[in-house]
């Protein structure tokens, strides 16, 4: 019997509600695929064609939550500073990443990780469109090109914030937003120093 479009969505729905309850109940690392496919009342072989490993259900949720954080900083007006407004952007995306914050950890450490070599399909996406934003944001403010250096030292000290963030145990997370502000204070007053960031010397082979 054909599936339709709309069945497929649901039972994708029934498959990331099951996974969040599991998440959340029992834990990230003791629920298992059988578990998901079990509370979701599905096959586990057909678990597995929508989502090949339970991170991969945690992309999915994360990926929806930063897009919709993205969407609304994108449509947002501000008279802010650079660093007031990269402030913003990353302390929506956390508020809109809070309730996955216990279980979140697999997405950050093999989705956005700039240190991991093998990365899951359309993770170049998620970091892609962040990027565009916080270059979006700098020419807002007067940086016409944020150099290569530059971004990558941004999505290092990002994903940092992000990885502390999601074990910071201080109340409502205070710890990380003074994390985040001394870091985007530092990346800001690294972009408009006299001098400039540093460029990548080019050399002829």
Do not use: C
Not at 67 to 91: H, I, M, N, P, Y
Not at 137 to 152: E, F, K, M, T
Request: zero cysteines.
């Amino acid at each position: 019997m054909r599936i339709t479009l709309e069945e497929k969505t649901a039972t994708r729905r029934r498959i990331v509600a099951a996974a969040v309850d599991l998440f959340r109940s029992q834990g990230f690392d003791a629920t298992t695929t059988r578990d998901i496919a079990h509370s979701a009342k599905i096959a586990t072989g057909t678990l597995f064609n929508y989502f090949d490993t339970k991170e991969a259900i945690v992309a999915e949720l994360a990926d929806e939550a930063l897009a919709k954080a993205r969407g609304a900083l994108a449509q947002a007006t501000s008279q802010s500073t650079f660093e007031e407004d990269l402030f913003t952007l990353v302390a929506t995306e956390l508020r809109q990443l809070r309730p996955l914050r216990k279980f979140i950890a697999p997405f950050l450490e093999t989705t956005l990780s700039p240190i991991v070599s093998m990365r899951r399909a359309g993770a170049d996406d998620t970091r892609i469109a962040h990027l565009e934003l916080v270059a979006e944001i700098a020419r807002r403010h007067g940086v016409a090109d944020l150099s290569p250096v530059a971004l990558q030292m941004y999505w290092a000290l990002y994903t940092g914030v992000l990885a502390y963030w999601a074990a910071d145990r201080s109340p409502k997370q205070e710890d990380t937003l003074a994390l985040l502000d001394e870091s985007l204070h530092m990346f800001a007053a690294w972009q408009f120093s006299p001098a400039g960031p540093p460029q990548i010397e080019r050399h002829a082979s």
